[in-house]
Every structure is written in structure tokens, then in C-alpha cells.
């Protein structure tokens, strides 16, 4: 098959499955439709939540939530650009998860259920090149997603609360100079954090013909690294889990940018990402494809 295709005039390798037709056919789909959909509605349902509510962070408990958790939800009706992070804070830990394990999980196991991944091949796309198109359509939508929640975010809090300084937890404010850049670090940090559950996902859709096998494994043991990160019997041992540092971009939104906990969460977050990736692409390039 390799020297026919080789030798077949015109034949290109670098030139099958190409991104634009990747992006176009995962566009189409109702699952990113509606992934779209629930990410554009969130930030109108904290609207209204509050309006509901009353000043948000009212609860002087907060809940178990700590100190930290309620001086930031103190200050979302403060700006359009504090809604905005308010929106951030309330999702990375699980629903941006979501997205990101639904995009990178889905891809490759979904083809092998519909039975058209076997097709695929034939075209024929080398292996190599049928994931990596598959992985930078699914790492840009799933930075595509966890953009869209906070500028729908940023516009309907400007709309609600109008625009003016980030007001910052720990006192102070941003200006509007200042603030639009700290808000993309932000995004920056969350998408690099959540490589490790792209990682997963994307290694366990080319093990399974199952798409919600590898997205609810992913999901999963996102959730069981959370969980042990509370475990404080772990001590120090904690710091190589990548859900010690998702929050970590807090630091972002202080007075004085601290880059300590950001550069070692994305060193972690990297460092298991690229493991994982390399097994993806290790398994499938000796996987029997028979769907």
C-alpha cells in the first residue's frame, strides 16, 4: 500500500485530512453546537442568580469555600471585567473540564463507533497525520470554548454592571490597560493547565471504540487528582498533581504579578501532557484498526 501511495502522481501526505476540513467537520456537530450553547448561557445565569441573590459573597461562611474564594465573589458585580473572572473561577475546576475532555475524548473513538475510522486510513491518511490533524482541531476548540465563556462573560457583565477597573480581591485595581492582558494570562494558564485531561482524553479515544468511555474516563480521573489533592496527608507529594496548581492563576489578579505557581503548574501540566500525547500516538500507530 506505502509505495503505491508513494508513487501515485499527486499524491501528498502532508496534504490529507486537512485542518480546515477537520475544524468544519467537528463544527457541524450537535455536541459542539451544544457545548457552545451551555458555555454562551452560563454567565447569563449568574446574572440573574445574583439578581436573584443579592450581593454576591453574602454568605460570611462562603461555604467551606475559604477567604480567598469570598473576596473574589465579593467583587463580581464590581465590573464587567470582575464578572468576567468571577466566570473563570467558578468553571475551571469542573465545567471547562468538560469541553476539553469532550473535544480531545471524542475525536478519534467517535470515527472508530461510526465505523468510518477504517476509512479514513484508506484514503489513505498516514496515522500520524489522521492525529495530529484530529489533535490541533481538538486543542484549538477546546481553547475556542474556554474563550468564548469569558467574553460572552465580559460583555454581558459590562452590559449589567458596567465597565471600569478590575477590582482585585486583595485590594486595589487594574486599569483597563492592564486588565484585558491579565484576563488573557488567565485563559492562557487555565487552557495549558487542562492539557493533562486533553492528554487523557485524547490517549483513551485511540484505546476505545467508545467515545463516552474516554470522555467520562477523563472526566473521571480529573475528578480523582482533585481529590487527592485535598488529601493533605500527602504532603509536599501534592505538588506533582496537576490539579494542585489549577488555581494557580489567582496570582494573576493581584496587585504585583507573582509567575512562581503559573511556572510550575504549566511545567507539570506540560510534562504529563506530553507523555500522554506520545502514548496516544504510540498506541495507535500498532493498533489493529477494525472499525
Known sequence: MSA?????PG??????????????RQLKRRRTIAMGGILAVLPFILIVAFAIGGTPGGDEDGGGGGGSRINLMDTATASGANFAAVCLFVSAGFLLVVPVALFCGDTVASEASWSSLRYLLAAPVPRARLLWSKLAVALAMSLAAMVLLPVVGLAAGTAAYGWGPLELPTGGSLGTAETVPRLALVIAYIFVSQLVTAGLAFWLSTKTDAPLGAVGGAVGLTIIGNVLDQVTALGDWREFLPAHWQFAWADAV???????????GSAISVTYALVLFALAFRNFSRK???S
Open 11 to 24: 499524491y501528498r501526505a502532508g496534504r490529507t485530512l486537512p485542518l480546515r476540513v477537520e475544524l468544519l
Open 254 to 264: 493581584q496587585p504585583q504579578l507573582e509567575w512562581s505557581g503559573m511556572l510550575k
Open 4 to 8: 503505491l501511495t508513494e508513487s501515485a
Open 288 to 290: 489493529d484498526i477494525v
